[in-house]
């Protein structure tokens, strides 16, 4: 490798108006990038970066450093919201298979990741995320390496030869952490729900939101499940350590979760990090017997819809991998698709009669349960009536009567 001063530079000179960069991200982003543009954001002039970054996790607005700059994501960022009014922000209505075929179809001028120091064997590994880096990076014309010594890589991590490196910086620092979700009454309750919902042997999705997570950390009871997910997080070690696990099986694109979860990774096996078609492509998961997706929403209405991205008429986030998983659970033998969310905010239903945001993220026709904190809906199988009243039954109490009235009213108009 070059001294880091002098590589650094050289990638700065790579950075020129039209080129289209692709950047691992979620707990893979190299801080080192963000660092540096900032100092010369006029490298960005003609730029758009694009990588599926997570609100929360990914803070860096790289459309914002410069006005001439872009960025594109499947999921909208909190701390991006100017740029996107700017529209220096492209927010892309696709799934991550989707993303994943977008990447293929329009080859990146420059694939940026982070990894570890080369062992061995002349192998890096891509550490906590192996989504989509692995369909980049054979077809950019140039491809870039953060290598850091301080990236956790499981054993089970994809690896790209060192001699593959056009460009090699050296950086440090820690991975980018998610701090485990605080505990709740409420989320707990659901939580229960949904364990009881999952048989020993399954194979089990959870997506981001505090109710999958907290419904995974209650399933330590459970034998032999198989996490097959586009995310880990401490949950993973909790049933792990619970004896709850098979011994192998388990896949996941990335690993996005505390400093210590990390460090417990780095020494465990049984977990394979795999691009994208092999976590939510439908092949692989009509291969698995009992898989069942357990993902969050903002609102679900009385036909079965589901709003991911929503809130209040403002976009919040995207559909990320929920599509994939939810639409490719019926492919599997015994597979089911599952909603878990409270029933309501401190003043509003998130039983709702109809989805009224722009869009509609998940259709009546890919969501099999709904759980909330007042019970278990299973609306698989039911016609609009029986359906809207199964999902009636689990809202919020308090608001009950304002949904029978609302559907009263959309029944009669049919």
Sequence with gaps: MMPSSRAEQALLNLLRPGTRAYLSAGSAEPAALARLLSVDPQRLDGVTISGSFVPGVNTTDYAALHPGARMETLLMLPTARESLKAGRIDILPMSYTGYAAHLQRLPSDLAIVQVSPPDAAGRCHLGPASDFAPLVWSSAATRIAFVNPDLPAAPGSHALPFAEIDLAIECDGAAIVL???????????????????VADGDAVQTGLGGAPAAALAAMTGHRNLVIHSGMVSD????LAQAGALAPTGHRTGMALGS???????????GLEFVPTPLTHGAPAIAALPRFIAINSALEVDLFGQANLEWRSGELVSGMGGAPDFAG??????????????PAATRTVSRIVPRIMAPTVSLPRNTVDIVVTEHG?????DLGMERRAQALIGIAAPEHRDALQEAWQGLRDAI
């Design 179 to 197: 701090p485990p979700a605080r505990p709740s009454g409420v989320l707990d309750t659901i939580a229960g729900h949904v364990a009881a919902l």
């Design 235 to 238: 949950e993973y070690r909790t």
């Design 328 to 341: 490719h659970a019926r492919l599997s033998n015994g597979g089911r698709s599952v909603i878990a969310l």
């Design 376 to 380: 278990v809906a299973h609306i698989r």
């Design 259 to 269: 400093a210590s979860f990390y460090d417990w990774l780095a020494a465990a096996d």
